[in-house]
């Protein structure tokens, strides 16, 4: 067989400038039939870009895009679709009151007599789509918005197959997914595969592309930098790529020495998501928590910094028992909590970086009610200094930042309020590596400096990585504890998932 | 900040130009004494206003001020001719009732978790109910002439109650722009939940915001009274419509998040100019809603064209 025979998709020379900035530089590379094409590079190296280019939303300046040997211009997403590209983009864009079938057919619903939707076709189609998905569990008559989010991706992925799809984009597809959810998609994924579909799969997670991708393509400052057989490279290399600078180390080492206890949990409950859990936070140490979405842990740590109220049990700080019935009290305690969502729970985005930095701490900062907004400023760029938030100017509005950045802007909105106890929840989710590296590397500094940490995460090599102790919580309880040598993939993983299939 | 102050500037040029306009239409427009005698129409919807923009800048509505304007007059007298109080204590009851009835909206908003457009409908029905009740649809006069010292007297040549608004006008203006309280007000309406996450008390800020509104509506009953020296319970009816017209003539987005108190005075200027220069240059008063209407669409698209090419 003739290698251009299997040739699906040919990109070539693509080029795409917004406002003068040209954020796509002459990007060529072909996905060829079957083939997992997994596409690499930071925030801002122009993956989005080529994806919206791809699927419709943006034309390219420059550059051609070559569809089964001809070339094609896609003036709307409608006309991709139509082409045979479908995308399942980060953000779902599901109809969360219409139901799973009604879903899938969306645009293109199956009709009778040229004008009556056809129910009947509708349903069996759905079913048939998510059998083939190994989706049988899941309901066609089921509205969407009561579905967990690995359904409802389940949902844009059958919709994207309803068509006769040649080229399936996913843009980031496990970044809200927990561990058994990322297991069942890479099933699916390598189904599609079979099937003759050419996927091109945009993660930041290295295991998942190590695990289905063919070929990778690495992005940096919208330049090519290189497309690799997934067996020529390493992890190491690929960061190195993206980055464009060698990362010596993942994770920062940990100098292993900590000090007394400053925060004691016992027999906490929340009487619903999580019971009786009892830890202790030492000075200086980083306690990891292992656990995947809805083990309880964002609520555990959401009840210690007073967002949801205990039934149950005990706080102490510094050994002294303390109530915590509001955010406030607990900022005045000592404690700042980053929250997992910083979209909706960490920033104001249409605010300016100088107003989300002091958010947390305006009070003590202004005379009385007065802001003083010259300080408030000055504070904001020794923030944006010390922390290496890349930014215009500190007035500058937070949604125009890169999700890395956004990230430490809500960091350096905590560390403002000079906390002792850092409570971090899913710190690098959906971040660069580049940025991710920073913020582990920041992390290390302050519990070197003395900063209790706490930091919860899904992503089991950063718990393992970061952690100088981690505690496991599954099913909203704490099911074990490990020292920094006993905490193995295997140990935590474990119980991080025992028993949550059957809930799934 | 860009964006504001040029929906702002448009916003003033149209003042000028209805103004400039409406001077050579009409000759008793362009008066001292016609414009200062404005200002007192003026007053009423101006105190709400005000207040309605930190409202509305939290995404939320108070529809209920017109009747809690009718009721705070009700009140004010009932308590002094029917129950006998000295008059400054009954204005003290009016007051604090309206504060009340604010309050009251605040709490069936935060606590019962009601969104403020159907809470305030509901006591906007309420609240107008119970003051036909109390009035038993009679209306009281004979006030003291002290009394009309804050509706129809003046101080230093001009109408006392425009020294109110003024004050009002500042320290709105203040509070919004400069404070911690202000800061909190924009960062609930743009992100109720990061807010919350960092701290802000967001209960605590709107039942004060929607307690500040039932107070500026019930000021306003007590001047409205004072200015036309009768007591009726239909007072301030459909006043809602016109403050929150002029807020969101002045450029708060209804979304929340956005909103200066300077768009909100331009508002109330431009919709006054409107009204009065209209019907002295004899268009007739379903003309002037027209007006207003479509001056209303207009600014906003104007501004809307503006904030778009600015951004891409």
Redesign the interface.
């Known amino acids: 067989m003739k290698d251009d025979s299997a040739l699906t998709l040919r990109i070539e020379n693509a080029t795409k400038s917004f406002a003068g900035v040209t954020v796509l530089n002459d990007v060529s590379f072909d996905l060829k039939k079957g083939e997992v094409h997994a596409l690499l590079g930071e925030n801002g190296a122009g993956k989005s870009t080529l994806i919206k280019i791809l699927s419709g939303v943006h034309l390219p300046d420059r550059g051609k895009i070559i569809l089964e040997n001809r070339e094609h211009v896609f003036n709307s997403p409608k006309d991709a679709f139509k082409n045979g590209i479908a995308t399942v983009y980060q953000e779902l864009l599901v109809f969360p009151e219409l139901t799973v079938a009604e879903n899938i057919f969306l645009g293109h619903t199956p009709k009778r007599h040229g004008f009556l939707i056809d129910w009947k076709k509708i349903k069996s189609d759905a079913r048939k789509i998510l059998d083939n998905l190994d989706s049988h569990d899941l309901d066609v008559d089921a509205r969407v918005g009561s579905l967990s989010v690995a359904n409802r991706q389940r949902v844009e992925i059958a919709k994207a197959l309803s068509q006769k799809t040649k080229v399936l984009i996913m843009d980031e597809p496990t970044a809200a997914l927990a561990d058994t959810d990322v297991r069942r998609l890479i099933t699916v994924v390598k189904r599609l595969k079979e099937q003759g579909v050419s996927i091109l799969y945009v993660s930041h997670k290295m295991p998942e592309i190590f695990e289905i991708a063919d070929k990778v393509s690495v992005l940096r400052d919208g330049n090519h930098v290189g497309t690799f057989d997934i067996l020529d490279v390493t992890e190491d290399l690929l960061v190195s790529k993206m980055v464009g600078r060698s990362v010596d180390k993942l994770y920062p080492s940990s100098k292993g020495s900590h000090g007394t206890p400053i925060l004691e949990v016992s027999d906490l409950s929340d009487g619903v998501r999580f019971s009786n859990a009892s830890f202790i936070l030492h000075r200086g140490e980083i306690l990891g928590i292992a656990g995947v979405v809805g083990s309880g842990r964002s609520e555990l740590a959401q009840t210690i910094f007073g967002i949801n109220s205990s039934k149950s049990g005990s706080i102490k700080v510094d050994g002294r028992k303390v109530l915590i019935k509001k955010p406030r009290d607990a900022r005045n305690l000592g404690i700042a909590y980053i929250p997992e969502d910083r979209g909706t729970q960490g920033l104001v985005k249409e605010m300016k970086i100088s107003q989300n930095i002091s958010m947390a701490n305006l009070d003590r900062e202004a005379r009385g009610i007065l802001i003083l907004s010259q300080q408030e400023i000055l504070n904001a760029m020794n923030a944006i200094k010390k922390i290496g938030i890349r930014a215009r100017s500190a007035v500058q509005v937070v949604r125009q930042l890169s999700g890395g950045n956004q990230q430490k802007v809500v960091v350096a909105k905590w560390l403002q309020t000079e906390p002792r106890i850092l409570v971090m929840d899913e710190p690098t989710r959906g971040i660069d590596v580049g940025a991710k590296a920073e913020i582990h590397a920041l992390m290390r500094d302050l519990a070197d400096q003395g900063m209790a940490i706490l930091m919860i995460s899904s992503e089991l090599p950063e718990v393992l990585g970061m952690s100088d102790r981690v505690l496991v919580m599954n099913a909203g309880q704490i099911k074990a504890e490990f020292s920094k040598d006993q905490a193995t993939p295997e140990n935590v993983g474990a119980i991080m998932t025992e028993k949550v299939e059957e809930v799934a | 900040m860009r964006v504001l102050i040029r929906h702002e500037s448009i916003l003033l040029l149209v003042v000028i130009i209805a103004l400039f306009t409406l001077s050579i239409q009409a000759e008793q427009f362009a008066t001292i004494e016609n414009l200062l005698n404005q200002g007192r129409f003026l007053t009423e919807v101006s105190l709400v206003a005000l207040i309605m923009t930190f409202v509305i800048v939290t995404g939320g509505i108070d529809l209920s001020v017109g009747s809690i304007l009718g009721l705070s007059a009700i009140i004010l007298g009932v308590a002094w001719k029917k129950m006998g109080l000295p008059l400054p204590v009954a204005i003290g009851v009016a007051l604090s009732v309206g504060t009340l009835a604010g309050l009251f909206n605040g709490i069936i908003i935060t606590r019962f978790r009601v969104p403020p457009l159907i809470a305030t409908l509901a006591t906007l029905a309420l609240y107008r109910g119970l003051a036909e009740g109390i009035s038993q649809a009679r209306s009281i006069r004979g006030y003291p002439d002290w009394f009309f010292i804050l509706g129809q007297g003046e101080l230093l040549g001009v109408p006392t109650q425009l020294w109110i608004v003024a004050f009002f006008t500042i320290f709105t203006g203040f ?1 919004l722009g ?4 202000g ?1 909190a007000t ?2 609930i309406g ?2 109720e ?9 967001v209960n605590k800020t709107k039942l004060f915001i929607y307690s500040a509104s039932g107070f500026a509506a019930a000021l306003a009953g007590v001047i409205f009274v004072s200015r036309v020296s009768t007591t009726r319970s239909d007072m301030g009816m459909g006043l809602e419509l016109d403050a929150i017209t002029a807020v969101v003539l002045g450029g708060t987005s209804i979304f929340g ?2 909103g200066t108190i300077i768009g909100t005075v331009f508002g109330l200027l431009l919709i006054q100019t409107l009204k009065n220069g209209l019907s002295l240059a004899g268009v007739k008063s379903d003309g002037t809603y027209v007006a207003i209407g479509f001056v209303l669409i207009l600014t906003l698209l104007i501004s809307n064209l503006f904030n778009r090419s600015s951004e ?1």
């Open positions: 509070i400069y404070t911690t309280w800061r924009y960062a743009a992100n939940i990061a807010a919350r996450f960092s701290g802000i008390a998040g956005k891409g």
